[in-house]
């Protein structure tokens, strides 16, 4: 069964930093792009970030130059390095890997940005 399980999510101060993970098992996402989308209630999921098998990367404006994605293709994982946080970024943030015909989500994870 393939699974994608996210963890670090949570309760951060505006300008804090989280680092969320995405650890995938089941099959071998190397040669999968993975990414990052969010939703927050009453909205449509968007993409913060997305990564190819070969390392390119691209992200949504919002987050240029805050967030940086990034994967390893040892430990079948891919991450989001979250820094100066806003009020704007809390949501629920979703791992995902797609190629060709499969498309495969995670549960999800709470980051909320307050003070």
């Known amino acids: 069964q393939v699974q994608l399980v996210e963890s670090g999510g949570g309760l951060v101060q505006p300008g804090g930093s989280l680092r969320l993970s995405c650890a995938g098992s089941g099959t071998i996402f190397r040669l999968y792009a993975m990414g990052w989308y969010r939703q927050v209630p009453g909205k449509q999921r968007e993409l913060v970030a997305t990564i190819t098998s070969g390392g390119s990367t691209n992200y949504a404006d919002s987050v240029k130059g805050r967030f940086a994605i990034s994967r390893s293709a040892a430990k079948n994982a891919v991450y989001l390095q979250m820094n100066s946080l806003k009020p704007d970024d809390t949501a629920v943030y979703y791992c995902?890997?797609?190629?060709?015909?499969?498309?495969?989500w995670g549960q999800g994870t709470q980051v909320t940005v307050s003070s």
């Open positions: 995902n890997a797609a190629r060709l015909n499969n498309d495969y």
